[in-house]
């Protein structure tokens, strides 16, 4: 009999006895117990619509900031990098969650959105540094700047650690189950991380009771999410 669905999603294989069981896939290590999804596809999907969506509005919102008199700045080079940013979070954000739906598939997706997350947060830090360079301003002095430079070198190598020794189908060190810990722990990390920063730099760019509202509740929700 053939196999039925033996890398889809699902993993479910044909029983001629009229049961079925989970596929044996001995080329890919089982997933985390932790790290068991709440939500299924579908719900996942639609997550996932819904968090590109809250990103994209505080994304759009924060580039036009900060606000003067109730009048929002023109967009400028400073503009790309609360935008990319909190794009970049979208990214991490959805590649948790369909991690944790697990399959093949997912896994891939899951990778592919690190590494976009990873490229618009290099085009984020990139802006602020032109900005900087620009205006004459010293860099990383900060305690944000110095901890969002120390979060995006985690950030990087969690991705190289994906792409190279743990990516499901090249994997060299795939099958190692503590780097598999220690690289879903520090992401959870790392993103509730990146959530903090994100809130630590819109407050200060702008005050008032809305920006709990439009970024404070959203970035928790995102925090959340991620650790769901």
Known sequence: MEDVGRNGRDGLRFNPFGKMKK?????????????????NQKQTDSLAKLVFLIT??????????PYTEGRASNFRLFSFHPLL????????VTAALYKKVGGLQNTR?????????????????????LNKENNGKPHFKT??????????????????NGLFALHPDYGWLKKNQSLRKIHHWTGKGMLL?????CWDGVNKMMSGSWV????GVPLVVLGLLGLA
């Open 56 to 65: 994209s509005v505080m994304g759009a919102i924060a580039c036009v900031s």
């Open 23 to 39: 596929a044996e896939n001995k080329n890919w290590p089982p997933r985390l117990k932790n790290s068991m999804s709440r939500f």
């Open 193 to 197: 991380g990146m959530c903090y920063l």
């Open 85 to 92: 940013l909190l794009s970049s979070l979208g990214c991490f």
């Open 143 to 160: 305690t944000h700047g110095f901890y969002a430079l120390n979060l995006a070198g985690v950030l990087f190598g969690l991705l190289l």
């Open 212 to 215: 709990i509202v439009v970024f």
């Open 109 to 129: 997706f899951h990778g592919n959105l690190s590494f976009f997350g990873v490229c618009l947060m290099a085009g984020g830090v990139y802006a602020i540094y």
